[in-house]
């Protein structure tokens, strides 16, 4: 079956959306995309949704409002009417042509995850391919992990022009395993806690600090060592302390000092330059990793520089 890679858009007709819903997207291990859509109507046209591609793929779906009675088709009729509740995750078999009737207000975030997506991530450990997931219709989990993940990626979806790549593509991989891992039977052994060699940290921190705007996405720096994107992730984490990610917001905001130091320069000028999407985003940012706003650091920085001098 070809891949018709649902989301983003695809859901506005889906679900007959008056606006259009938000999206992040990641290539996976097998190079398919995998993505996040947040879909939400407050005031929804109410009967039958549209029907979904047939293709060998899984939507991953945490409730974030209840849904009392929702009727749920399969193959083309009504096989359950559970009460979903908020918290909750559900999983879908594309293959299945899943769809509901929509009655009333509905909230909700979907990971589109093609079987391609899940046997990358098997292969990658070195396990065998991932069979069916344990979807087990009109079943209900109440899955930590896939609302941390859901509640960690919200923010971006708000903000995409602000979204990291690199936070994408982390926590895009973490929910893959996990779902490979809880509702696939995958088996991994724990991970060695290789590093990096010392010229693949040069390389890569430098890789990293030469796009600050984060658009450069894990696997393609990954695949500058020939090494796997989860293998590169974890060595890097053990190399440096940190992921990927939160080494580069911690260089942004390193870069982002530096160029205050020139009090001629404005900060909107500086929150670009330093790779954040605006000001307000340069300020958001910085605020939470340093407890005082740029302004307000700038000010206290450059008049204790002033009283040395």
């Known amino acids: 079956m070809a891949q018709s890679g649902f989301h983003g858009q695809k ?12 999206s992040l997207t990641t290539r996976s291990i097998r190079g ?3 993505a996040v859509t947040e879909t939400r109507d407050d005031n929804p046209v ?8 047939l293709e060998d793929a899984y939507i991953v779906s945490l409730k974030l409002r209840d849904y009392p009675d929702c009727e749920y088709w399969e193959r083309g009729k009504c096989v359950v009417r559970p009460d979903v509740k908020a918290g909750t995750t559900y999983l879908y078999d594309l293959k299945y042509n899943p769809r509901f009737v929509i009655e009333r ?3 909700s975030l979907h990971f589109y995850l093609p079987a391609l ?10 396990a065998r391919r991932v069979g069916q997931l344990d979807c087990q219709f009109g079943t209900g989990f109440r899955d930590e992990i896939v609302r941390n993940i859901g509640a960690s990626l919200m923010q971006a979806l708000r903000r995409p022009s602000e ?3 690199l936070f994408v593509d982390h926590m895009m991989l973490a929910l893959t395993a996990h779902v490979a891992e809880a509702y696939g039977g995958l088996h991994v052994s724990k991970p060695a806690r290789g590093a990096l060699a010392p010229w693949q940290v040069r390389r890569a921190c430098e890789r990293l600090e030469a796009n600050l705007a984060g658009t450069v996405s894990l696997q393609q720096i990954a695949a500058e060592f020939d090494l796997s994107v989860s293998y590169f ?8 302390g940190l992921p990927p990610h939160r080494w580069l917001l911690r260089q ?7 160029l205050m130091a020139i009090r001629e320069l404005p900060l909107s000028e500086i929150a670009i330059s330093a790779g954040f999407a605006n000001q307000s985003h340069f300020t958001r940012v910085f605020s939470s990793a340093v407890g005082v706003s740029p302004g307000t650091w700038r000010r206290e920085k450059l008049g204790s520089t002033e009283a040395e001098a």
């Open 11 to 22: 859901y506005r007709e889906f679900l007959r959306l008056r606006e259009p819903p938000s």
């Open 32 to 34: 398919v995309n995998v």
């Open 46 to 53: 109410h009967g039958l949704c549209g029907e979904i591609p």
């Open 105 to 107: 207000p509905f909230h």
């Open 117 to 126: 997506a899940l046997n990358g991530v098997a292969e990658e450990a070195g």
């Open 163 to 165: 979204a990291n790549q």
């Open 233 to 240: 992730s974890r060595a890097f984490r053990v190399s440096t």
């Open 252 to 258: 942004r905001v390193k870069v982002a000092k530096q």
